[in-house]
């Protein structure tokens, strides 16, 4: 683990952009050569006949999925689908301009509203990408004289909106709070403003940051403190409120809420949640929001549904940690390892080389289970692995089988394969 801990914070001090680490068209030539030399078929734009929940239709076959972001099994509910359509029939599907000249519409402010209560904030800002929220949102506000303290598993996005408001970018050992305090103390000395910013829940480990401690360090080293939150929504804390609920942490005491409308709230979009000064500076000035069209009312509508859902039905919640838990521990049982993983919503079973990940999620998929592998550069060389996203709507049936397939497909992978 602590080897692991070093790749990734190398890693991200190097170039953590995932996928965009190949940089060139030539490169990617190489690795898809390399991938037909093995004989491994790509895993990757798989097509999904259907609507991708617990369950999922590949070409002609139903698997048990766990590739989808269906935390509380709300995918192709119907009252997401009245309320997009009800949006539909009102305001059509496009907002038809930026918000800011022409593509306000009610649906919007309802959407907001509903996000700001949840984090007991003054205002909530909903922007079209979830990616495009956090490029934006870090690229606007920190500057070159400013330093951004992160940790080193955090999401492409912010990296990318890292790289753009020409901040010094300081990446900390991922999840270690004294290591993230030793850099914040030292980076923040010189820099005009200091952002330090953590998930709620790591999407490539499933594990959680101790928030408390991050709010600790963030009020006595004079910093902002930012939480993506993408993966806690719906997933941490007894009711799924979040990375605050878990952590016993009052939402005030977060500068920034980030978090997606794409994972629990099963829609698209993105948004930020703060004090109405910040939220009121980014409605009239943040890039990615002015110069870009609305949300289309027919996502805001189900997202704001969707929330709505999330609050009257906390079994989901419990359902879903409770198919977490069983799966991870299930998997531990048999000697598989998943890391940290805190048992809410994401499972990794790493592997090692990123050519095994490939032929054992091939083999899993032959046995009627989709779990994608994570390969280099996502994860360093050695930590691929394959993520599980859990579901609300997996039965436990379907946990059991899993573990058996898994297990089945690892043993037909020989270890000693010289591609695997
Ligand atoms: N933040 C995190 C932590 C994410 O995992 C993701 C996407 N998986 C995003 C932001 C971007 O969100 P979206 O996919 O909704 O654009």
Redesign the pocket.
């Known amino acids: 683990l602590a080897r692991r801990r070093e790749g990734q914070e190398a890693q991200a001090a190097s170039d953590p952009r995932g996928f965009g680490a190949i940089q060139n068209v030539k490169d990617w030539g190489l690795v898809r050569d390399a991938m037909d030399a093995l004989g491994i078929e790509s895993p990757f734009f798989r097509q999904h006949e259907g609507i991708a929940g617990a369950r999922s239709l590949i070409g002609e076959r139903e698997v048990i999925n766990f590739g989808s972001y269906d935390y509380i099994g709300l995918n192709g509910d119907p009252r997401l689908h009245q309320a997009a359509m009800e949006a539909m029939a009102r305001y059509g599907i496009s907002a038809s301009a930026s918000r800011l000249v022409s593509g306000e519409r009610p649906v919007h402010g309802v959407l907001e509203r509903k996000l700001a209560a949840h984090y007991g904030a003054e205002a909530a800002l909903a922007f079209v990408?979830?990616?495009a929220t956090?490029v934006t949102l870090i690229g606007h506000l920190m500057g070159p004289r400013d330093v951004i303290v992160h940790d080193a598993a955090i999401?492409n996005?912010c990296v990318e909106g890292a790289r753009l408001s020409g901040a010094r970018r300081v990446p900390f050992a991922h999840n270690d709070a004294a290591a993230a305090e030793r850099e914040l103390r030292a980076a923040r000395r010189g820099a005009q403003r200091a952002l330090l910013v953590v998930?709620g829940h790591y999407?490539m480990d499933g594990d959680v940051p101790d928030l408390a401690a991050f709010v600790r360090m963030a009020r006595k080293h004079d910093a902002w403190l930012m939480v993506?939150d993408?993966?806690g929504l719906g997933v941490v804390g007894a009711t799924g409120k979040g990375a605050f609920e878990a952590a016993g942490v009052d939402p005030a005491e977060v500068d920034i809420w980030m978090g997606?409308?794409?994972k629990t709230l099963c829609a698209?979009?993105?948004y930020v949640a703060g004090r109405s000064e910040l939220v009121d500076w980014l409605r009239h000035t943040a890039p990615g929001f002015v110069y870009s069209v609305g949300m289309p009312p027919p996502l805001a509508g189900s997202a704001a549904a969707a929330l709505d859902i999330l609050h009257a039905e906390p079994w989901r919640v419990a359902k879903l940690q409770a198919n977490a838990r069983l799966l991870r521990d299930l998997c531990r049982t048999r000697g598989f390892d998943t890391g940290e993983s805190a048992g809410l919503g994401i499972v990794p079973v790493v592997l090692g080389s990123s050519v095994r990940a490939a032929r054992v999620s091939a083999a899993l998929l032959e046995r009627g289970v989709n779990a994608l592998p994570i390969v280099f550069p996502a994860v360093p060389e050695g930590s691929a692995r394959l993520r599980f996203f859990l579901s609300a709507a997996h039965e436990e049936a379907d946990i059991r089988t899993t573990v058996e397939a898994l297990a089945a497909a690892v043993d037909s992978v020989p270890v000693a394969d010289p591609g695997g």
């Open positions: 990408s979830g990616h956090n999401h996005s998930e999407s993506d993408a993966h997606t409308l794409s698209c979009g993105g």
